[in-house]
Every structure is written in structure tokens, then in C-alpha cells.
């Protein structure tokens, strides 16, 4: 694409979002500018540094928000091309189908979508094809169906890791493979280090955005990126029916960047606090947001580290390879949904320090050194009052955890089943708001433009040219990480905007549309 000529669609955001909507979009022969307000992050040895990455908060974006009280704190967000995938534990996984449907909580109702788990079925396979996914069928208790098999085997586990599901397995309990997006021997070039979960890849082995869709979008010669380029708000038309162009700012410069198709896909929250600063006389609450959800139900999962310790050191290395699903649903003595447990990579004393800095840092090596470490995921629920607004240029956000009773529940079979396999002592830390990975909810899709923003094709009611295609169309967050879903819907928006807004069949043949090369 010539660099002064006015590209068919902009898209705001280089993550998993943005970047597999440009590389379908170029697929169809379309012209892509996407902006990206950080910049390439750096190969480097802190990139595998626990004092670089999680005390000196290095590749951390220097940002001060603000919470319901109006106390400033510094959230854990990254800018940079490929997004908050750069430093994701490489978990794709499909949403359950009941995850689809109005399902019943201890603590409420989680909604049904728009969509149904068929709609997505056939663009999760691509998805899991473009992202390289590792895993195992016939497991899983609670797994979806599939029209075909995961595209590569499940990720193997260490020998400690191994024994430990075994003695899972040996109390009823069915761990499987985590789905896991990396490219491993014999064809990738993974070494099986011990900090893949929460750090940047410095050999560039992760299958995330940058990698799997950005990196091939911009081989295509039909797509541009422009980084260190904040975008401001979008431009509306004096009827407000229409999107007319972008006010982004680089280098202390603002400019107006104009398109036929206009994509947010900067995050749930930015996403978000871009359509509210975009209010006008036509908008007076922001751009898509005659419904006045945009926003609100602000939803990132209830999530809890836990440290189940061992008498002996733990020599394992690369960790983040075993998940359970037995209380997704629930359990006999606990009949609403749980979630989910997914081991992490293996925590290091300056992980801990920087967690716990008020504990002598010999206890925290000890600790690391015996412990096996774990994720405990549930889904907390869509609720208008939890919301994200802007004060000034200052994002604000108003949360208030719910759904509690159940992520305590799995928290007590997590802790229990250790217990049962020989580790006696468990360790929790419940994850503070300002951690804000998997974000979603904030401009959400549905079939009622009162309720929602955004259309089933995730086309806002209000403005015919302008979608939002990253997490913050999802009605209800499940208690699974959003990647796959988002990387799913992505392909799907996008045969759409290329079949209704362009007028391109979607039987277009096209190399870069044959999402299944890696």
C-alpha cells in the first residue's frame, strides 16, 4: 500500500484482535493501515530477566489510572506490536458451548451471546491453525466439539509435572494438556525455558500476534503499520450516522487519518475510553453509546496464584503444561460453575519479591524452589456498574469483584487435590484489578441496540462504518483466556466486512486467506 494513498479500513491496536483482522482483511485484497501506540519490543536478555520484567516493570506502560475512589495506581498494560500476547502464558483455548448459552452462577446470570458456539466452530479450527496450537483431543471433560483435531499434539509435560498428574489422575481428577500456542521442537524452535509465562520471548518462540498474523499481514504487501501512534478519538459526521476519520497524535503531531472501514481493537479498556472521549452534540455519551453501555460490565475473571509446596525442590523447568476442568461446571457438593486450573510457568524468587517484597528474599527462594505453581481462573460477571470512564485524558475504573463464592470453592478443591498429591502446604494471592489481563466487556455485542453497542458482526449500531474487534465484545467473560475467542471472531468480522462493505465473496481464493499456514 502506498504510504500517502487512503488505505479500505484502519485498525487501531496490533494485538491478537487487530493483527488477525488485517491479515484476513489482506487476504481479501483489501488495504490495511493499522496503528499501534508502542513501538517493536526489543530481542534482549531482559526479556528473560525477573528483575526487568517484573520489578523494574520495564516493558510496563508508564500510565497512571485511576479507581472508583479516584486513587491513582499503575495498571499492568503493555504497548507495544503484538499486544498483550507478547507476554501471555500462550493458553488458546476455545470457549465450553454452554459458555454460549445463559448459564446459571452462585452469584448471577452469566448471558447468553449473540452468537452460537456453530458460529464460531469452523473459525476457531483457522484460528488454532494461524496460532500454531498445541493440544490434546478427548480429555478434557468439559471439551466442545471440534469438526477435525487440534493441528498439533498436546505440550508434553517434565518428568515432575508428569508424576504430579498421575497422582491428579489417581483421585478421580482428568489434567490434560494446556492448548498451548508455541512453536516446539521438531519444527519450532522452543528451548523449554523457564520464563515463557508473563515474559517476552526472546527467541521468538511464542505464536503470539506479532508473530502469527502481524508479521505475515505486513509480508502481504497489502497492510501498513504505523507505530508510536496514539489514536484519540474517531470523527463523526454532522448526522452522526458515520465514522469520517481518526484523530491520532506521534511525536507531539495530532493528524486526522481517514478510511472507508474504521476498526477499534486497542483493548477493553482503551477501546472503550477511545469511543467515550468521542463524544459530540450527535453522541453526547461518545461514539456508539446511545445505548449507554460503553464501558460498563468490565469484566478480567476472578484469578488467584496459588503455591502448592513440596518437602523437595522442584526441578522443573517449563511448567505451563497441564490444565483441569473438573469443577468448570461444578461439582456435586457445589452445583454452579467453578472454572478453571491451569498450571503457570515456574514462579522465581524476584517474581516473588516483586509480589512480596515484604518477605526475606531466602524464604521466597525456598518457597520457589519446592513449590508448583497454579493459576485459578472463574468467571465473574457482567455487572453495569463495574465500568471503565475517563476523567480528563485519565482513565478511570470502577470495580467491584462478585461471583466470589464460587472462585473460593475452586480455590478449596485446587488447595485439596495438592493436598492429595503429596504437597501440604498451598500459598494463595487473589490478583489485585490493576492486573488486567483478560479485560473484556466493555462494548458489548448483541442482537438489541438499547442493550448492546455493537451487532453480532461487532458493527456498531450507531455508526455503520466503525466495529470494535477485540475483547470488548464479549457478553460474559467465561473463565477461560479470551485469546482464541477474540483471534476466532476476528476472521469472522472480517469475511463479513469484506462480503458486505466491499462486496468481495467470501469463496475469494487468496493465499493469505488459507489461515492454516504458520
Known amino acids: 500500500m502506498n504510504a500517502t494513498s487512503r488505505p479500505d479500513v484502519i485498525i487501531v491496536g496490533s494485538g491478537v484482535g487487530g493483527g488477525t483482522t488485517a491479515l484476513r482483511l489482506a487476504g481479501h485484497g483489501l488495504s490495511v493501515l493499522m496503528l499501534e501506540r508502542g513501538d517493536y519490543l526489543p530481542k534482549e536478555d531482559d526479556n528473560w530477566s525477573p528483575q526487568a520484567v517484573y520489578i523494574d516493570r520495564k516493558y510496563t506502560a508508564r500510565e497512571t489510572w485511576l479507581d472508583g475512589a479516584d486513587r491513582s495506581f499503575h495498571p499492568s498494560v503493555f504497548y507495544n506490536v503484538g499486544g498483550a500476547t507478547k507476554f501471555f502464558g500462550c493458553t488458546m483455548i476455545r470457549f465450553r458451548e454452554r459458555d454460549f448459552e445463559d448459564l446459571e452462577h452462585h452469584g448471577g446470570l452469566s448471558p447468553s451471546w449473540p452468537i452460537s458456539y456453530g458460529d464460531l466452530e469452523p473459525y476457531y479450527e483457522q484460528a488454532e491453525h494461524l496460532f500454531h496450537t498445541m493440544g490434546t483431543q478427548g480429555i478434557d471433560p468439559t471439551e466442545p466439539r471440534r469438526a477435525n483435531p487440534f493441528p498439533y499434539s498436546g505440550v508434553r509435560s517434565d518428568p515432575p509435572m508428569e508424576a504430579l498428574s498421575a497422582r491428579l489422575r489417581a483421585q478421580g481428577l482428568r489434567p490434560f494438556p494446556q492448548h498451548a500456542a508455541i512453536h516446539m521442537p521438531p ?237 501440604p502446604l498451598t500459598l494463595t494471592k487473589l490478583m489485585p484489578v490493576a492486573t488486567t489481563s483478560h479485560q473484556c466487556g466493555t462494548v458489548r455485542f448483541g442482537n438489541d441496540p438499547a442493550k448492546a453497542a455493537l451487532d453480532p458482526f461487532c458493527r456498531t449500531f450507531d455508526h455503520s462504518n466503525l466495529f470494535v474487534v477485540d475483547a470488548s465484545f464479549f457478553p460474559s467473560s467465561a473463565a477461560v483466556n479470551p485469546a482464541l475467542t477474540i483471534a476466532a471472531q476476528a476472521l469472522r468480522v472480517s469475511d463479513h466486512i469484506a462480503a458486505a462493505d466491499f462486496g468481495i465473496s467470501a469463496r475469494t481464493t487468496n493465499p493469505l486467506r488459507k489461515t492454516n499456514h504458520v
Open 187 to 423: 519444527h519450532g524452535n522452543c528451548v523449554r525455558c523457564g520464563t515463557c509465562d508473563g515474559y517476552p520471548c526472546r527467541i521468538g518462540a511464542k505464536a503470539d500476534a506479532e508473530r502469527s498474523v502481524v508479521a505475515p499481514a505486513l509480508a502481504s504487501g497489502r497492510v501498513t503499520l504505523r507505530t508510536g501512534t496514539v489514536a484519540r478519538r474517531v470523527l463523526l459526521s454532522p448526522d452522526g450516522k458515520q465514522v469520517t476519520g481518526i484523530e491520532v497524535e506521534q511525536g507531539g503531531h495530532v493528524e486526522v487519518l481517514t478510511a472507508g472501514i474504521y476498526v477499534l481493537a486497542a483493548s477493553a479498556i482503551n477501546s472503550a475510553a477511545i469511543l467515550l472521549r468521542s463524544a459530540t452534540d450527535k453522541a453526547p455519551r461518545g461514539a456508539a453509546n446511545s445505548s449507554d453501555v460503553v464501558g460498563r460490565h468490565y469484566m478480567a475473571h476472578n484469578n488467584t496464584a496459588m503455591m502448592a509446596i513440596s518437602t523437595r525442590r522442584n526441578p522443573t523447568v517449563f511448567q505451563k503444561t497441564v490444565t483441569i476442568n473438573d469443577f468448570y461446571f461444578g461439582d456435586d457438593a457445589f452445583r454452579y460453575p467453578m472454572g478453571c486450573i491451569m498450571s503457570l510457568g515456574k514462579l522465581k524468587p524476584g517474581m516473588m519479591t516483586a509480589a512480596n517484597p515484604l518477605v526475606p528474599k531466602l524464604v521466597n527462594r525456598m518457597l520457589s524452589d519446592r513449590s508448583y505453581d497454579w493459576w485459578i481462573m472463574s468467571e465473574d460477571l457482567p455487572d453495569p456498574g463495574n465500568r471503565v470512564s475517563i476523567s480528563g485524558d485519565t482513565i478511570k475504573m470502577d470495580v467491584r469483584r462478585n461471583n466470589l463464592r464460587a472462585h473460593t470453592e475452586l480455590t478449596k478443591r485446587a488447595a485439596r487435590a495438592m493436598r492429595r498429591a503429596g504437597l
